[in-house]
C-alpha cells in the first residue's frame, strides 16, 4: 500500500470515530487531513514508512478522496472541463470547447461503482436492477447521468455535465458576444413587459444559461416558481421556489413527473413560472394555463437540433398529442390484455 493509500485508510477512521460529514464539515475535514499527512510525515522521517512525496500533492489527493470525487475531483475543480463520461473503467472522457478527448485516467469497475454511490449520497436517488436510469445534482450544481447493465452492454455509463455559468445576466452575453447590445434590450423589455418566452437549441446551446440570464431581468418583487427535471436554474431573486421531480421508490410508487409539478406550480400564486425543460406532455398543462386567461408569464426551453423558432412550434405541436397518443396506446394495451384472459373456447 503507498503513502497516500495509508494516510486516507487513517483519515477515514479517524471521521468515522468523530462522526463527521465530509459534505457539510468541509473545514474540519480538511484540517484533519492537514494533521493526518504531517504527522505520517514526521513518522516516515523516523521510521520505515514509505515517503509521501510533495506534500501539497499528497493533502489534495486524500482530501479528494474522502471529501471529493476522488481521482475524478481534478477535473470537476478544472474550469475548463465541460462534461466528463465514462465508457469503461478504462475510457474516461472530458471535454472541453466542445472537443472531447481521452484521459490517461484508469479506474477498476469497484472504483467506478463507489464514485456513483458518493455521488447519489447527497441527491437522494438510486440505482438498481428495477431502476437502471437515474438524473442527480451534484453539490456543485453539476447534472450526474448513470446508466448500468444490463441497459448497457457491459460496463456502468457516466457522464457528468457541469454547469459554467459564464453568464448570470444579459450584459455578461454582451461581453461574450453571445447577444447584440439591441437583442439584449429587446430581451430584456420582453420579461419586464411579461411576455412569455420559449428558448430553444440544441445540445450544449446555452439554453439553460440564456434562461438563469433572462430570469435575472425579472422584476425583484415578482414570486418565481421554477420546475425541473434537475435543479439548474439559479436566479438571483428574493421570491423564488423551485421545484424537481422524484423517482419512484423501491415498490415502483411515488414518481413526481414534470406534469405534475406543472400543475402544482399553478396553484402557489407564480408571477412567473419557469419550466426547465419541455420534453414530453406537460406542453398540454402550460398551454392550458396560457389559454385559461391565468397571468402567470412563462419561459421554458425545447431541445432542438436547430434553435431556429419555427422548428420549436411544430414541436410543441407534436409533444401536445403525446397524451392523447398514450391513452390510445393504453386503450389497445388494456383492450389486448382483456383478450387474452378470455377462456379458451372450443368451437
Known amino acids: 500500500m503507498d503513502a497516500v493509500r495509508i494516510v486516507e485508510e487513517e483519515v477515514r477512521e479517524l471521521i468515522r470515530r468523530r462522526g463527521l460529514d465530509p459534505a457539510e464539515q468541509a473545514p474540519e475535514i480538511l484540517r484533519l487531513v492537514e494533521d493526518a499527512v504531517n504527522d505520517y510525515d514526521e513518522r516516515a522521517v523516523l521510521g520505515s514508512l514509505p515517503p509521501l512525496g510533495h506534500l501539497e500533492n499528497a493533502r489534495r489527493q486524500v482530501y479528494d478522496a474522502v471529501a471529493g470525487f476522488g481521482v475524478l475531483q481534478p477535473f470537476l475543480d478544472d474550469p475548463t472541463v465541460e462534461e466528463l463520461w465514462i465508457n469503461a473503467p478504462s475510457e474516461i472522457y472530458v471535454a472541453r470547447g466542445g472537443e472531447s478527448e481521452l484521459t490517461s485516467l484508469t479506474l477498476t469497475a469497484q472504483q467506478v461503482r463507489d464514485l456513483v454511490e458518493r455521488m447519489l449520497k447527497s441527491s437522494g436517488r438510486r440505482l438498481d436492477l428495477?431502476?437502471?436510469?437515474?438524473?442527480?445534482?451534484?453539490?456543485?450544481?453539476?447534472?450526474?447521468?448513470?446508466?448500468?447493465?444490463?441497459?448497457?452492454?457491459?460496463?456502468?455509463?457516466?457522464?457528468?455535465?457541469?454547469?459554467?455559468?459564464?453568464?448570470?445576466?444579459?450584459?455578461?452575453?454582451?461581453?461574450?458576444?453571445?447577444?447584440?447590445?439591441?437583442?439584449?434590450?429587446?430581451?430584456?423589455?420582453?420579461?419586464?413587459?411579461?411576455?412569455?418566452?420559449?428558448?430553444?437549441?440544441?445540445?450544449?446551446?446555452?439554453?439553460?444559461?440564456?434562461?438563469?440570464?433572462?430570469?435575472?431581468?425579472?422584476?425583484?418583487?415578482?414570486?418565481?416558481?421554477?420546475?425541473?427535471?434537475?435543479?439548474?436554474?439559479?436566479?438571483?431573486?428574493?421570491?423564488?421556489?423551485?421545484?424537481?421531480?422524484?423517482?419512484?421508490?423501491?415498490?415502483?410508487?411515488?414518481?413526481?413527473?414534470?406534469?405534475?409539478?406543472?400543475?402544482?406550480?399553478?396553484?402557489?400564486?407564480?408571477?412567473?413560472?419557469?419550466?426547465?425543460?419541455?420534453?414530453?406532455?406537460?406542453?398540454?398543462?402550460?398551454?392550458?394555463?396560457?389559454?385559461?386567461?391565468?397571468?402567470?408569464?412563462?419561459?421554458?426551453?425545447?431541445?432542438?437540433?436547430?434553435?431556429?423558432?419555427?422548428?420549436?412550434?411544430?414541436?410543441?405541436?407534436?409533444?401536445?398529442?403525446?397524451?392523447?397518443?398514450r391513452g390510445r396506446s393504453d386503450r389497445r394495451c388494456r383492450g389486448a390484455v382483456r383478450s387474452r384472459d378470455r377462456p379458451f373456447r372450443r368451437s
Request: proline share 8%.
Open 130 to 325: 428495477s431502476s437502471p436510469f437515474v438524473d442527480a445534482s451534484l453539490p456543485d450544481g453539476s447534472r450526474l447521468h448513470v446508466v448500468i447493465p444490463d441497459v448497457t452492454r457491459r460496463h456502468w455509463a457516466v457522464n457528468i455535465r457541469r454547469f459554467i455559468a459564464r453568464a448570470t445576466r444579459l450584459e455578461h452575453l454582451i461581453g461574450l458576444g453571445t447577444l447584440t447590445p439591441q437583442a439584449a434590450r429587446f430581451l430584456g423589455a420582453a420579461v419586464g413587459t411579461g411576455l412569455n418566452i420559449l428558448v430553444s437549441g440544441a445540445t450544449q446551446a446555452g439554453k439553460t444559461t440564456l434562461l438563469n440570464c433572462l430570469g435575472a431581468a425579472i422584476p425583484p418583487r415578482e414570486r418565481v416558481i421554477t420546475v425541473e427535471e434537475i435543479f439548474e436554474l439559479k436566479l438571483p431573486l428574493r421570491d423564488v421556489v423551485g421545484l424537481q421531480c422524484r423517482q419512484p421508490n423501491l415498490e415502483g410508487t411515488g414518481e413526481i413527473p414534470l406534469r405534475h409539478l406543472v400543475k402544482e406550480a399553478l396553484r402557489m400564486r407564480p408571477d412567473r413560472l419557469i419550466v426547465g425543460e419541455v420534453r414530453e406532455a406537460e406542453s398540454l398543462d402550460m398551454l392550458i394555463a396560457l389559454n385559461s386567461g391565468l397571468p402567470e408569464p412563462i419561459s421554458c426551453t425545447v431541445r432542438l437540433r436547430s434553435g431556429s423558432p419555427t422548428g420549436s412550434f411544430p414541436l410543441l405541436e407534436l409533444l401536445l398529442l403525446l397524451p392523447t397518443m
